[in-house]
Every structure is written in C-alpha cells, then in structure tokens.
C-alpha cells in the first residue's frame, strides 16, 4: 500500500482516468450538506493566499511565505490499480472516496467557468485538472479525469463540457457545478468587476493548498479493511460489494453487457435475506460475505480467511476465470447455498434433514463441502451419491459432536476434502470414496460405534454439551424410533421448541433416596464417606443422556423436582414423543434405567449416523 499526500494539482493533472465501479452508491452530497462547506474552506484557504500576497513581501521572501501557508486537508481516497495499455492512460478504480472525488471536479469545473469568463492565465492550468490530453485519449470518454458510474455517463459530459450553453437541470452534477461557479464569482467580485487577483488566489488554493490523502493498493493490500480502519469500523464496506466493484469494473472495460450481466446473475443478491446477518459475536457476518468465503474455499480448496476476503477473491480473479464464468460460479453458489440452509428445496428429503442437523451442530466449515456437492449435476454425481456423501459428512460431524472431540482443524480439513474431491471429479474418480476415506484417514478421526457406546454409557452431556445439539441428538432418535415402528404415525414436531427434561432431576436428594446393596436407604450425610461416593456418582449419572428427554409445553414443571410416584404421571401425557414411552413404562427410575435407555439410544445414534468404513474405498 502507497499512502501519501498531495496537493490536487499533482493528483489530476497526470495522465490519468479515476473511474468509479458502476455499482457504488449514488452521487449524493448537497448543497447544505457538503458543497456550501467545501467552498467555504476553499474561500478561507484563499483568504491565507490573498493576505501573503498583499504583505508586501517580494521576491524569494514571497515564494518562502507562499510556501508555509497551512494547506487545507480534505480527507482521503483509496483507488487500486487497473489494467490499462501500455501508452495509454493510466486507470485508477475508486475504492473509497467516490463522493468526495466527483465533488472535487464538479467544483473545479464550476471554477474554470468563472476562469474562462474572465479570461484568467490560470485557465489552462486549471483545466489540466479536469481533462486529459487530446493526443494522449483514444475514445471521447477517455478525455475525461473522472468517469463515473454507468449509470450517470450520459450526463457527465455535460456537467463537465465548455458549452456556453450549458444550463441548469436537476441533476446534482450540473447543480453543483452551478452552485460552485456562482460562489466562486461572487466570491471574485470587488464591486461589479470581477478581481483577477482574487479569482488567481482562489485556482491556486483549490491547486496547490487542496491536499487529499491517496492510498494506492497494491495486489498484496485488502481494501475491505482499509476501508474499515479509515471508516472508524462503524460502517465497514462489505467484501462481497467490493468484489462486485471489481466484477463489474473489469466487465465495462471489456465492454461487456453490465446491465444484463447484473441482472442474470447479482441482482438476487439484493434481496433482504441476503443482507441478514447471520451468526454471533465475532463471527457475525453478512450472508453475503459467508456466500463468498464458502464460494473462495471451494474455487481455490484453501479455507478462506474471512478478514481478507477482497483480497482472496482478487487474486482468484487475476489468475482465475473472466467476468462472466466468475459470476456463473458464484450463482451456481448461491442456487446451492440456498438449498443447504432450506430456502430452495433440496432434490432429496434426506438431504433436508442432514442440513438441518449439520445447521443445528454449526458447524459452518462444513458449508464449503456441501455446498460445492449441491452444484455437481446428476452426471457429474447421481443423487444416491450425492445423499451418502452428505451422510458420511454429517455422520463424521454428529459422532464427533457426540463424543464431545474438539472441533479445532475443522475448517483446514474440510477445504482439503473437497480439494480433494475436486480433483476426484476430474479424474473420473469415486468422489463419495474420497470423502468417506478422507473422513476416516485424518487426525481429527471418525468416531467408530465402540467411541459412541462409550460415550452414551459414561458422558455428561448435559454438562459437556449445548443445549441446542442435545435437542438435535434426542430429537433424531425420536425420529428414527418413529420411522422404524409401522404403528407410529407421521408426525411433524418442532423439536427446536420443546425443553429438555431431566427424568431424575439434578435436585434429587429430598425425593429421589439412595438404596444400599440390600436395598436400604443410604442416609444422605456429608460427613459419611460411604454418602459422598454414592452422592458423587449419582451427580454424574443424572446428566447422561439415558437420563435426558424431551418434554412439550404441556409438561407441568412445577413436579420436576418432585418423586417418580408424582413425575411418572406427567410423562404418561407426553405421548407426542416416542422416545418418553419407556419413561412412562417403567415402574421405577434409577441408574439401571439410566443406563439402559443409554444403551439403547446408542444403537439408534449408530443406526442414525453410519459407521466409517473399514478400510478405503475404490477411486
């Protein structure tokens, strides 16, 4: 990154184009707004000027008092560099500061009006501001210091044109070149004469004593943070806006159809639910910007860095495909994105409900993989394939979940996968056997049915695990339990709803007594080394999953904490949950029960979640 200042004679006189991607912003700055501002800081600045220049001073004392006069400092742009020919005129595209730009012309402009009227020496000094060279341009538009959004290029020629006949509209351009010619006549006006003097002050200033900060990106530079910092991070520029900048930039000077480009493939983008943020704290991102890291990762098989998105995407887009095979990805992305998080149907219900569990765990750093599956045709991946290589994801994902391993090295691992898997694909290979093998054969290992009756018979879920995931365990096995019995009927419940219930509540002293070996009560005494063992035991024992279920609101709470005579009765009423049937059966409740209904959901879990292969599969 080149950040330095300079005053604006040395930033627009060059030959140079400033071009502002076509799909920023509107122009909107005003008259009260900023215009009435800017020439008041100009008029102050020529002030200084004028009141060096009437001291008397002469010669070399002049110049050096000139020299220290305070310069007006008018903020700061960011541009990035674009392709131009060798010859021709530099291209600047404007990253950030389009507003401030735009204004800085349309008040030179309206200056050079007062100039020419006059017939000011500083004319020609001045209008090297605005135009660049005849014999240096090779189209009308390339005359042009600034080219602004397509959408407002039918105008700027007039906003900035020599015609005497130029008159008001209600565009803000030729307003506010209207506006800064009428101020700067007046402001030259001694009497009814305009005063060369003052008006000499006033090009000099906006010359020499105007300075803007320029930052010019290099490839390595990320213009999304750059951005932010410059913007204080209260209103950070989004990644995927400056990509579309980009896009669309490199499109027009290609001479590409942008209207229709925009239309076939980002104008989707503008709807509301792209725009919603999604997930929490830190890791709260537009979904937008979430499409375009799950859109990188799988373009490029490395996880992509999510502070560094622009910058990524860049150096995909130089090396890899043109506009309109670059926006064909990413809608073949978004269209397969939508079906992972259910707002396009998926082609298989089993699909839906593998999402909707791999969704509820957050396990977002599998949405690359799956997402990249979803845009494969039937001839590239049969469905059936496509459905097991989903289920080995999320059976890898939910026994992990389930027997509580870490999660770290999940995003590296499952960028690797579908590298991959890629490469699979292109060899002709097995892609389902790929990401089965790479699943199993990796650090961060698949839980084999053994791991997961391991941990069903001795974990603490309830305290190892989100709530959130316990309602996603306990509701699959509802569902498998109910598909796997004729007698049960379909039913459609929000398992995300209800709240999980201990059966034997974690306050179980006062109602729920230990028995002894021979069947007596241990009398709960803390100073009784015998109590404390059992008391310890039975702590853990109440937050394995055999003792955790699922209850509707109809549950009274108020008999949570109460004894099974009293309890049992309100599980006799959950009848809309298969997996309380064995609750409301049982005459008695204790660690035995606990333990077998763990057993029990174990072999529906591994029945829910295949196991890994034993050995790899084919290419």
């Not at 991607?21 to 700055?29: I, L, V």
């Not at 030179?108 to 020609?124: A, C, F, P, Q, Y």
């Not at 105008?155 to 030729?174: K, R």
């Not at 999660?407 to 389902?432: E, F, H, M, P, Q």
């Amino acid at each position: 990154m080149d950040a330095k200042t300079y005053p604006l004679q040395e930033i627009l006189k060059p030959e140079r184009r400033y071009v502002i991607p076509t799909f920023q912003r509107d122009y909107e700055w005003t008259r009260k707004g900023q215009w009435e501002l800017l020439f008041d800081d100009l008029a102050t600045t020529a002030d200084r000027l004028i009141e060096v220049r009437t001291s008397g001073a002469e010669g070399s004392t002049l110049k050096s008092k000139e020299q220290s006069i305070s310069p007006h400092f008018l903020g700061a742009i960011v541009c990035a560099s674009l392709p131009f020919a060798t010859g021709g005129v530099a291209l600047r595209s404007v990253i950030d500061g389009q507003q401030r730009l735009t204004t800085i012309q349309l008040m030179i402009r309206g200056l050079l009006d007062v100039l020419n009227e006059s017939g000011s020496e500083r004319t020609k000094s001045v209008r090297r501001m605005l135009f660049n060279p005849d014999d240096v341009v090779e189209s009308s538009e390339e005359i042009f210091k600034l080219w602004p959004r397509r959408k407002d290029r039918e105008v700027w020629p007039s906003a900035m044109g020599d015609e005497s006949s130029v008159t008001q509209t209600d565009h803000l351009y030729m307003e506010a070149r209207h506006f800064f010619a009428d101020a700067a006549r007046e402001y030259a006006l001694e009497g009814d004469e305009i005063d060369l003097g003052r008006l000499a002050a006033l090009a000099d200033a906006v010359s020499s004593l105007f300075k803007l900060v320029v930052i010019d990106l290099d490839d390595n530079d990320d213009a999304q943070v750059i951005f932010e910092v410059l913007n204080g991070r209260q209103t950070p520029l989004s990644a995927i806006d400056l990509v579309k900048n980009l896009l669309f930039l490199r499109a027009e000077l290609d001479e590409e159809d942008v209207e229709k480009l925009y239309n076939d493939y980002w104008a989707q983008f503008d709807d509301k639910w792209w725009k919603e943020t999604i997930g929490r704290g830190h890791a709260a991102r537009g979904r937008r910007d979430v499409l375009l890291s799950v859109w990188l990762t799988a373009a490029t098989g490395e996880e992509a860095n999510v502070g560094h998105l622009y910058r990524e995407a860049r150096t995909y887009l130089n090396d890899g495909p043109d506009t309109q095979d670059a926006l064909e990805e990413l809608d073949a992305f978004a269209q397969a994105y939508q079906t992972v998080y259910e707002k396009l149907p998926a082609p298989d219900k089993r699909l839906t409900v593998a999402y909707r569990r791999l969704r509820a765990l957050d396990i977002t750093t599998a949405v690359p993989l799956l997402t990249w599956l979803a845009t494969l045709a039937e001839e590239e991946l049969s469905l059936e394939d496509h459905v097991h290589a989903v289920q080995a994801i999320e059976s890898w994902a939910l026994r992990r979940a389930l027997v509580g391993w870490q999660t770290r090295g999940y995003g590296a691992l499952l960028a690797k996968i579908l590298k991959d898997a890629k490469a699979a694909l292109r060899s002709g290979g097995n892609i389902v056997g790929t990401v089965r093998g790479a699943l199993r054969d990796n650090a961060l290992t698949w839980p084999t049915d053994d791991d997961v009756r391991r941990a069903f018979d001795g974990r603490q879920f309830y305290n190892g695990m989100a709530q959130s995931r316990i309602r996603v365990l306990l509701g699959s096995i509802d569902q498998q339990l109910r598909s796997e019995n004729p007698h049960e009927p379909e039913a459609i419940v929000e398992y995300d709803a209800l709240q999980i219930e201990h059966v034997m509540p974690r306050s179980w002293v006062a109602h729920w007594p230990i028995f002894d070996e021979k069947t007596h009560p241990v009398a709960a005494d803390d100073s009784d080394p015998d109590w404390v063992v059992r008391r310890d035991e039975r702590d853990a024992i109440v937050d394995r999953i055999g003792n955790l279920t699922l209850v509707t609101g109809t549950f009274n709470n108020d008999v949570s904490n109460l004894g099974w005579d009293i309890k049992r009765p309100e599980f006799q009423k959950q009848r809309s949950l298969v997996i309380n049937y064995d609750i409301a059966a049982s005459e008695s409740w204790g660690e035995d029960s606990i333990a077998q209904r763990a057993s029990i959901f174990a072999d529906v879990a591994i029945r829910i979640w295949g196991s890994p292969p034993i050995a790899r599969e084919p290419d």
